[in-house]
């Protein structure tokens, strides 16, 4: 039976420190809008939930679209951000340390790693497990999944069947998303929306 997903990055947030951290970011004005746009742009599409990553820009995310759209919001450990490892709590450039890993794995090392974090490859296989999950649990369905840019960027091409280097043309802005459809096991992408203003 076809499933359809509506896989999301978070709107635009602000972080607490200045810091390179795994956790927090906060909606800021633009952000909140971003979610509540993605909520009013899949009114239409008759989703019947929403799952998201536990970081709070995803959650804020979510709550504000699934208001919007009038459904339950249901939280995975595995749709959060690749871990930024041995970056955490200095003033290291994100940008400086993980592109160069992602850039590994886009050229096939599966063992591409943030150093003191994980494998890229293993982080794509968690975001794979929830949705599968969600596409298992919803099948018939449409359902907003809202997670973060890396993870999207490296999961969807391993999920589709696509060449790693398609990664780099899934810069999704806050809101944007892309479409996909299961149907049996196969996944395919019918919409890509990369950014909602």
Do not use: K, N
């Not at 800021?28 to 019947?48: D, K, P």
């Not at 536990?54 to 450990?77: C, F, H, K, N, W």
């Not at 459809?181 to 919409?191: H, I, K, M, N, Y």
Request: with cysteine; glycine share 14%.
């Amino acid at each position: 039976m076809v499933v359809r997903l509506f896989l999301a990055r978070h709107g635009l947030a602000e972080y607490e420190t200045e810091l390179v951290t795994d956790d927090g970011g906060s909606l800021t004005v633009e952000g909140r809008a971003q979610a509540r746009e993605l909520g009013r742009r899949l009114e239409a599409e008759g989703i019947a939930a929403v799952w998201c990553s536990p970081l709070s820009r995803a959650v804020q995310t979510a709550e504000i679209a699934a208001g919007v759209l009038g459904v339950g919001v249901t939280v995975r450990e595995g749709l959060r951000e690749y871990g930024v490892g041995s970056l955490a709590g200095t003033s290291g450039s994100e940008r400086e340390v993980i592109g160069p890993v992602f850039e590994r794995w886009v050229d096939g090392d599966d063992e591409a790693t943030i150093p003191g974090g994980e494998v890229v490859s293993e982080s794509i296989e968690r975001v794979v497990r929830v949705l599968t999950e969600v596409a298992d649990r919803h099948e018939g369905e449409s359902v907003l999944v809202v997670s973060h840019g890396g993870a999207v960027m490296a999961t969807l091409p391993v999920l589709v069947g696509r060449p790693r280097t398609t990664a780099w043309h899934l810069l999704l802005g806050g809101g944007g998303y892309v479409e996909l459809v299961r149907d049996g096991r196969a996944w395919s992408v019918t919409r890509e929306t990369p950014d909602l203003g």
